[in-house]
């Protein structure tokens, strides 16, 4: 029994030690990977929501209806109307017009039915970015304020584009009252920026069928 002795104070303060470095790797490796998830997290949600947002442009785009003056009754306007922007150096634009969508109803008939559809920023106060809003009139021959539906698109946006095709050169804005027309091709780029700071920048195009 006088021959076994137990740890010296050096080598427990040695041993402490290495256990704490071991704690510390332990720790910042943790932290490492649960900063990662969560940029993989965040990155998936921005991902997500400029399709989804996208999306339901491209759909909508593809029902755009427009007919000539002279086809148009005072009482149910017929528009397509898209306005090049610009707010502190990134694009703003907007774009309004009609769509012909189709709402079922008894016995599995289709309705076809007008709104007129518009997208834009708005700007969020004491931050860089805005959201994408969606208005949408229901009901195009009352135009009252009960057929108005808005709803957010997307949020952290900091710049929204649209580019018009007419089959031979692109174009920043679009008055289907001047050009007599719908453009064959509609061009949307968004950019989002993540909470880290970066920006994003989705793009797509979809063809206008009844251009």
């Known amino acids: 029994m006088r021959n076994q002795r137990g740890?010296?104070?050096?080598?427990?303060?040695?041993?402490?030690?290495?256990?704490?470095?071991?704690i510390t790797l332990l720790y910042e490796?943790?932290?490492a990977v649960l900063r990662s998830t969560r940029q993989v997290d965040e990155e998936s949600e921005i991902d997500q929501m400029a399709r989804i947002s996208m999306g339901i442009m491209v759909t909508e785009l593809k029902s755009a209806y427009w007919r000539p003056p002279g086809n148009q009754s005072q009482s149910t306007p017929f528009v397509f109307e898209g306005q090049d922007g610009l707010d502190g150096g990134d694009p703003s634009d907007t774009l309004r017009f009609t769509a012909l969508s189709h709402a079922r109803v008894d016995h599995g008939i289709a309705d076809p039915t007008l709104s007129v559809l518009e997208y834009g920023?708005?700007?969020?106060?004491?931050?860089e970015a805005a959201v994408l809003m969606h208005a949408e009139e229901t009901n195009v021959l009352s135009l009252s304020e009960e057929s108005l539906e808005r709803y957010e698109l997307a949020e952290?946006?900091?710049?929204?584009?649209?580019?018009?095709?007419?089959?031979?050169?692109?174009?920043?804005?679009?008055?289907?009252?001047?050009q007599k027309k719908l453009p064959k091709a509609v061009e949307i780029q968004l950019v989002l920026k993540d909470p880290a700071g970066r920006e994003r920048r989705f793009i797509t195009q979809t063809d206008i069928p009844l251009g």
Request: hydrophobic letters at 50%.
């Open 121 to 127: 920023l708005v700007p969020v106060p004491e931050t």
């Open 29 to 31: 490796t943790f932290n």
């Open 156 to 178: 952290r946006v900091i710049g929204l584009n649209f580019r018009y095709f007419d089959g031979k050169e692109w174009s920043d804005q679009w008055s289907a009252s001047d």
């Open 7 to 22: 740890f010296t104070l050096l080598e427990l303060l040695i041993a402490l030690g290495i256990a704490a470095v071991v």
